[in-house]
């Protein structure tokens, strides 16, 4: 009765180890998942950190051409404003410089009157010089305003895509935050099912070690008591041999049964 009781209180106890170790199965197969999320999140963050720093270099280097541009674009508005004040009206001063050209060649002049025709002819040249130089000047400006309209627009393009990235980086670093508290908040019950799991483990061991010992004890203490038994039986068994063989070298006619007991025991012993 007593054995029976050890070994149900020790099933009890492995029943219960093994309900635990389940448990812990579980909290284990929710931190591994958990941890495998946070690697992931981590690993797409990352890469959405690189793309960041690809995209805003780009963007920097396209920053840096804008401002080339607007230096120059600086630079020729004040040489456009200086040959504007020089040059005049073009086709005022093309319909004057030719009419002068054409007094000198049609018309006899003094002196005074060439030298001074002559000096208005260079002043008129060099405002046509200067007109000309201000209309060269004045379609490269609408180049390079139109290349820094472009440049800004993909500077902007960039940084554009650049912020999209950096949104989706601080999504993927929320759900590595979430992920890491949750192992976190996981780890006391992780932990506290493993010592339980521990703990019954033992106490189911140290249950299963008490059983075994009652048990030889038990079962030694039958073995001696069917060896005593044994032991008389076999005492009676000689006795009784002796006594037929002392029967039959009297003369008396033995059973085959008889004869066995002889056999078995002997009748000297």
Not at 61 to 77: D, G, P, R, T
Not at 95 to 121: H, N
């Amino acid at each position: 009765m007593e054995l029976e009781h050890l070994k149900q209180e020790r099933d009890k106890l492995n029943t219960e180890t093994q309900k635990l170790r389940t448990e812990s199965k579980e909290t284990t197969s929710r931190v591994k998942r958990l941890r495998l999320s946070l690697k992931d999140a981590k690993a797409k963050r990352d890469e959405e950190n690189k793309l960041v720093q690809e995209f805003k270099q780009k963007r920097d280097e396209v920053n840096k051409k804008i401002k080339a541009h607007i230096s120059a674009l600086n630079k020729f508005q004040e040489d456009l404003a200086k040959l504007k004040a020089s040059s005049g009206p073009m086709h005022q001063t093309r319909k004057e410089l030719e009419r002068l050209e054409w007094k000198v060649q049609t018309e006899v002049l003094d002196v005074k009157q060439e030298e001074k025709i002559a000096r208005r002819i260079a002043e008129l040249e060099e405002a046509c010089a200067a007109s000309a130089e201000f209309n060269e000047k004045r379609k490269q400006l609408r180049k390079i305003t139109s290349e820094l309209d472009d440049l800004r627009k993909e500077a902007q393009a960039y940084h554009e895509v650049m912020l999209q990235h950096a949104k989706d980086s601080e999504r993927y670093h929320d759900d590595v935050k979430k992920a890491y508290e949750q192992i976190k908040k996981l780890e006391p019950e992780f932990k506290e099912v493993q010592q339980k799991v521990a703990l019954a483990r033992r106490e189911a061991d140290e249950a299963h070690k008490t059983y075994l010992d009652k048990y030889k004890s038990i079962k030694g203490a039958e073995k001696f008591e069917q060896e005593k038994v044994h032991k008389k039986k076999a005492r009676a068994m000689r006795a009784e041999a002796n006594d037929l063989m002392k029967a039959f070298k009297e003369g008396k006619k033995l059973t085959t049964d008889e004869l066995m007991i002889i056999q078995g025991y002997g009748g000297s012993k």
